[in-house]
């Protein structure tokens, strides 16, 4: 069984954007919050509607809500040194978290 994700490392930064250590995703979320590295992604097709999820009942934060399309924790990893461009968007290949 995979681990939880509460459980994953998420890297802190400081006001500038610049990596100071990491800590576990429920540390970061912990009143009042550590600052960390997030994404938020916002779907809009070109007649301007926007695909929304419903967080899951099981989610700590926010369950049952209304929310962006995705979001989440960018994980640590090695990066080659150059994107590769796929399809739309641009890829740093595979990654795996745990």
Do not use: Y
Not at 47 to 73: E, I, V
């Amino acid at each position: 069984m995979p681990p939880s994700r509460e459980a994953h490392l998420v890297e802190l930064v400081d006001d500038a954007g610049h990596a100071v250590g990491e800590t576990t995703v429920a540390a970061a979320h912990r009143p009042p919050g550590q600052l960390h590295r997030a994404f938020s992604v916002l779907l809009v097709a070109p007649d301007g509607r926007m695909l929304l999820q419903r967080r899951a009942a099981a989610k700590t934060r926010f369950p049952l809500r209304w929310a962006n399309s995705c979001c989440g924790h960018p994980c640590r990893v090695s990066r080659s040194p150059r994107p590769r461009i796929g399809g739309s968007r641009r890829s740093w290949g595979p990654a795996r978290c745990h």
